[in-house]
């Protein structure tokens, strides 16, 4: 088992809870066979988070959706990128043993407890403004906001698959949650469903980033956060 710092440990109104640790020991985790882009990762940190179910076949109950992050290559190049930061899931890892017990010690054993102001308008996403009983044209469900800040749409959320050159957006995972443009966005062929993102801070201080991400990591807009 690696060194581990607890990082942040959090239960909001969204009914999610989340664990975070910083992996302060060297990790090196190599993907699982089967994988048709193989890695190796660095991890640096340990995401574990707990969604509750309203909905669905398994209303009333926890999902625990887990993640590592930190620094990877490709196993065809055998050099590490400082600059290519990623995450690993459990399509890529099988889930390490030294992981249950955090697991078993940080999970949550009852439904959340949300107290309901009576004075306080129903919940709302924070980008567009739309509630439970009013939703987006076509439909949306709230999804987790990765800054914590509120509630927020699946709607006017945007994927890497659909980012275009020159737009301007947030990700909490990329230049720590400041506004960045997209110079190029280019799809990785095969099935795990990749997408490499070139970006630079809007200011321009710094050199521009690549990121190989999941083609469904989810980004924000940068003009329309409240």
Known sequence: MPDLRLMVHSL?????????FDITSELVLETKPGVSRP?????????????????????????????????????????????EKGFMGDRE???????????????PMAPPV????PMDDEPECRICGCTENEGC?????????????GEICSAHFITAETLVDQQ?????????????????VQLVAGPD????????DVAAQHPAIGELVDRHHLVIPAGGVR
């Open 12 to 20: 909001d109104a969204a009914a999610r809870h989340e664990v975070r």
């Open 39 to 83: 890695f190796r990762m660095l991890a640096t940190r340990l995401r574990l988070s707990w969604s509750w179910h309203t909905s669905g076949r398994h209303v009333g109950e926890w999902h625990l959706f887990w993640m590592f992050h930190g620094h990877r290559y490709r196993t065809t190049t055998g050099d590490w990128s400082p600059h």
């Open 93 to 107: 890892i099988d889930l390490p043993d030294w992981v249950l017990p955090l697991i078993e010690a940080n999970a």
């Open 114 to 117: 949300v107290i309901v102001d």
């Open 137 to 149: 044209p076509g439909g949306c469900v709230w999804v987790p906001d990765p800054e914590g800040k």
């Open 168 to 184: 301007i957006v947030r990700c909490v995972e990329w230049n720590d949650g400041d506004p960045v443009r997209i110079l190029r």
């Open 193 to 200: 469903g990749e997408t490499f993102v070139r970006y630079q």
